[in-house]
Structures are given as structure tokens and as C-alpha cells.
Nanobody, 123 residues
Framework: QVQLVESGGGLVQAGGSLRLSCGAS????????VGWLRQAPGKEREFVAV????????IYANSVEGRFSISMNNAKTTVYLQMNSLKPEDTAVYYC????????????????WGQGTQVTVSS
């Protein structure tokens, strides 16, 4: 069982920035792929970004490439999502999730999820 806790969401104007954090209770992310996914009202949950707890490699959805950055602290206990140049269409509940496989873009393949944090971008 992996317990994940997200923080850092909020309300921001278009063009602004937010940083989300995801921590794992009592363990590190060394053996996991850690993803950020989001779900907007009336839409399916979608992949945003992922980072490997092993080698730190990261991949982004096309919609956020160049604006968002995913990173991990040296202790591999916290994963961050730095979101810059935010747009109204980025409004969603953002979730941190982990898996041990390689299907990082498929929300159904993530095994453990945090409770989510709301990000609202006003125009």
C-alpha cells in the first residue's frame, strides 16, 4: 500500500504559475514511476507528466510540454509539478499516482492515487 498526499493547488490567473507537491508516506519513489494526471469536469482523466523514480527520466503530454516541469527531490520522497504559463484549459483536479510498470500514459495502469488537488485558472 502506498499513501500519496498532494498539495499546492489553488486559484491563479491565466499566465500564472503554481507548484504541486506529492509525497509518499513512509517510503521513497525509487521503485516507482510517478505520474501527474488530471481530470476536468465532464472529461476523462488524462496523463500530464511522469517521472521515473529510478533514473529521473521525464515525459510530458503534448498539451503541457514546455510549460510544465516534473521533478523529484534527492531523497526521492517528493515529486513536484511546476506549472507555468497556466491556461484556463488547465483547470482540473490534479492527481499524483504511482505504478511499477511502463504504461505511464494510461490512467488505468496506475495502482495508487492521491486524493487530488484542485487547480483553477481564471481568464
Amino acid at each position: 500500500q502506498v499513501q500519496l498526499v498532494e498539495s499546492g493547488g489553488g486559484l491563479v490567473q491565466a499566465g500564472g504559475s503554481l507548484r504541486l507537491s506529492c509525497g509518499a508516506s513512509g517510503r521513497t519513489f525509487s521503485s516507482y514511476v510517478v505520474g501527474w494526471l488530471r481530470q476536468a469536469p465532464g472529461k476523462e482523466r488524462e496523463f500530464v507528466a511522469v517521472i521515473s523514480g529510478g533514473d529521473g527520466g521525464a515525459i510530458y503530454a503534448n498539451s503541457v510540454e514546455g510549460r510544465f516541469s516534473i521533478s523529484m527531490n534527492n531523497a526521492k520522497t517528493t515529486v513536484y509539478l511546476q506549472m507555468n504559463s497556466l491556461k484556463p484549459e488547465d483547470t482540473a483536479v490534479y492527481y499524483c499516482a504511482v505504478q511499477t510498470g511502463g504504461a505511464w500514459s494510461d490512467p488505468r495502469r496506475y495502482n495508487y492515487w492521491g486524493q487530488g488537488t484542485q487547480v483553477t485558472v481564471s481568464s
